[in-house]
């Protein structure tokens, strides 16, 4: 098993910046990416960004596309995603979530790829 704690969350203005955290722990040497996804106010649960543990690969939605990173630090087993320029429309809760098969060199998009999943962070951005 891997548990998956996040940290970060908050309340920001628009055009502010977060960042959010990911501390793995447990069976992590089973994991082959990481990734975030969120779930707005009236939405389903969505992909944000995901890295690919073996070559650092990453990933990202349309919608957040240049404006936020994923990065790692493998010695701590944690991911973080810096949020810049942020919308309103990011309002969400955000999770964090880990993927134990390999897919190679596929894409970790889709939330049925992943097996663990943290508890969320809120995020909340004001006008």
């Known amino acids: 098993q891997v548990q998956l704690v996040e940290s970060g969350g908050g309340l920001v203005q628009a055009g502010g910046s977060l960042r959010l955290s990911c501390a793995a722990s447990?069976?992590?040497?089973?994991?082959?990416?990481m990734g975030w996804f969120r779930r707005g106010p009236t939405k389903e649960r969505e992909f944000v960004a995901s890295?690919?543990?073996?070559?650092?690969?990453?990933e990202f939605a349309n919608s957040v596309r240049d404006r936020f990173t994923i990065s790692r630090d493998n010695a701590k087993n944690t991911v973080h995603l810096q949020m810049n320029s942020l919308k309103p429309e990011d309002t969400a809760v955000y999770y964090c979530?880990?993927?134990?098969?390999?897919?190679?060199?596929?894409?970790?998009?889709?939330?049925?790829?992943?097996?663990?999943w943290g508890q969320g962070t809120q995020v909340t951005v004001s006008s």
């Open positions: 447990g069976r992590t040497f089973s994991m082959f990416a």
């Open positions: 890295i690919r543990w073996s070559d650092g690969a990453t």
């Open positions: 979530a880990a993927s134990r098969i390999n897919f190679g060199l596929s894409s970790y998009v889709t939330d049925s790829q992943y097996h663990y």
